[in-house]
């Protein structure tokens, strides 16, 4: 009988709710715990859609409403009633068919007194979510109007199983998920991971996984982590955690008999020193292999960007384009528009929009159409919409018509480019790493063909590297001014506290309220604080030759 011990082995944890719990159960097993945050969850900007769904709910619009988490549950009975009538929500809910994704969904349904009429089994997956809805309803469900309260992000897969066989799908989006605020954890559990020093992994939700490899990417270790995990066992809580393991062509190496916790950490220490041999036994046979050419199963160039679909036009001319646009090195404002151009010009189209990756947002930059209001403010979080979803999962999206009907679409500040019919989107990548999207819409439908999908593709490939080297020079520049800035105020300080005997505190606070009360930057304040002092000593400068000469004429 397998004994339940780790043997001291090195187990990293990537969750954050439960921490503490989890590092000591690693410990109870005997393994060395390494503890690494990877995300946090935070509430939405606005409460507006998530109270325009309690309303739509309580007047009867909704037939049937999925819910797929208990802190989804627990936030959104919260958020609304502190917004409109919680009774009366509760109420709605009550008189409305529920579905539940599993226990801990339909655990917190009980604890408000809303009956679940049906219970995804296990594996708690979406897909057995979707069987239990339509053995349940049936033929019914052609007829519902569907609401599901989704967690961090979008699931894509459930809300085009559900758009195929109801009515509509409305999106209750009741917090969001963001990575850890203190991120030297997870940075350095990506350095762990690529540099072999872990033994397992433990993935508790999909949502770490992707986190760990957006952290990869920023820091340019993504290959390397693919190749740290040839040597480390993966454990996969359960089904739904594995589909996003999937996601980023990753296969667990262990999944426990039940997708809790403690049977993960518990079932994979019972067989650690197993999986362990075995998966270091396969990760030295591919280094065998990479010395006779044999193609390696887990890294391919998929991943590595090396190697993308030759377009099948002439390509001279296009890689000419590209080429000289590489070589400009303009500024990031420039780029950016000669990108919008470049589209353009590859694919006729009545709006583009290129949008920059800065933290966890997609950020929109230049646009085809003017959208003042809008340029470097509107911001989408990955995995919003169409376009956040093709920035979190790094593959483009071709819709010839009705895309605002998509399951993934979501609205944003009434651009009338929302109405548009057709939309392609596809990500801008840089070794790997996601630096941002491009999106092309048409008024009217338009059928992409596969040709231009894929040139497009490459486009955003080739222009990664531009982009991305223009945003750092951008970054680098607007650094350099801060600094400067810095270093004029300092001296200005130095002028005051001089002239005026005030201490550094108080001087500082007199540019800040020169700066407010002349509406003028506390630089600008400051070069004219040291110009008057400059311009004082060349008249005394001036002053001290005068009386020189006057001397010295007088002798």
Request: a neutral charge; hydrophobic letters at 40%.
């Amino acid at each position: 009988m397998a004994t339940t011990n780790f043997s001291g082995i090195r187990v990293l944890s990537l969750e954050s709710r439960r921490a503490v719990e989890a590092g000591k159960l690693i410990r109870m097993y005997g393994g060395e715990p390494l503890s690494a945050p990877a995300m946090r969850e935070i509430p939405l900007n606005s409460d507006g859609p998530v109270i325009e769904f309690a309303e739509a709910l309580i007047s009867g619009a909704f037939d049937l409403v999925i819910f797929t988490t208990g802190v989804g549950v627990r936030t959104l009975i919260k958020t609304v009633s502190e917004r409109t009538d919680r009774e009366k929500f509760l109420s709605a809910l009550r008189s409305a068919k529920i579905a539940a994704r599993g226990p801990k969904s339909s655990s917190a349904l009980r604890e408000a007194g809303i009956p679940a009429t049906v219970v995804a089994p296990e594996p708690f997956t979406w897909r057995a979510l979707v069987q239990a809805i339509e053995e349940k309803f049936g033929g019914d469900l052609n007829g519902m109007n569907i609401a599901v309260q989704e967690y961090g992000t979008s699931n894509p897969e459930l809300l085009t199983a559900l758009a195929e066989k109801s009515v509509s799908i409305t999106r209750v989006l009741v917090y969001q998920w963001a990575l850890p605020e203190d991120m030297q954890p997870l940075r350095e559990a990506v350095i762990a991971l690529a540099h072999g020093h872990v033994d397992v992994v433990l993935f508790m939700n999909a949502g770490q996984v992707a986190h760990l490899f957006l952290m990869a990417e920023r820091m340019g270790y993504t290959e390397a982590l693919y190749e740290g995990f040839r040597s480390t066992v993966i454990g996969s809580i359960g089904p739904s955690t594995t589909e996003g393991l999937s996601m980023y062509r990753l296969t667990p190496d262990f999944e426990p008999s039940q997708s809790k916790m403690g049977f993960l950490v518990k079932e994979i220490a019972e067989n650690a020193e197993k999986l362990l041999k075995q998966k270091r036994a396969a990760a030295s046979l591919h280094v065998s292999n990479s010395t006779t050419g044999a193609i390696s199963p887990l890294l391919t160039n998929d991943f590595a960007g090396s190697q993308v679909a030759k377009p099948a036009i002439s390509g001279v001319d296009f890689l000419h384009e590209i080429g000289s646009r590489m070589a400009a090195s303009d500024p990031l404002h420039s780029v950016l528009n000669r990108i919008v151009d470049f589209a353009c010009s590859l694919i006729q189209c009545d709006s583009c929009f290129v949008y920059v990756l800065e933290g966890d947002q997609l950020v929109l930059r230049a646009s085809k159409n003017p959208h003042s209001d809008l340029v470097d403010r509107l911001g989408i979080w990955l995995g919003q919409g169409i376009t956040g979803w093709v920035g979190w999962h790094r593959e483009p999206v071709a819709i010839p018509e009705k895309a605002l009907k998509d399951p993934r679409f979501q609205r944003f500040k009434n651009l009338p480019e929302d109405t548009f019919e057709a939309f392609l989107s596809v990500p801008i990548l840089c070794r790997s790493k996601l630096i941002g999207v491009i999106n092309l819409q048409h008024r009217k439908p338009y059928y992409h063909s596969e040709q231009e999908v894929r040139l497009l593709t490459l486009a955003g490939y080739l222009v990664g590297a531009e982009l991305e080297r223009a945003r750092l020079e951008s970054e680098n520049l607007e650094l350099s001014d801060r600094l400067e800035s810095r270093k004029q105020i300092e001296k200005a300080k130095g002028v005051l506290q001089r002239d005026f005997g005030l201490d550094e505190d108080t001087a500082y606070k007199a540019l800040q309220r020169e700066s407010r009360q002349r509406r003028k930057s506390m630089r600008d304040i400051a070069e004219a604080i040291l110009l008057n002092d400059d311009l004082r000593k060349t008249r005394w400068s001036l002053a001290g030759q005068v009386s020189e000469e006057d001397v010295s004429s007088g002798a």
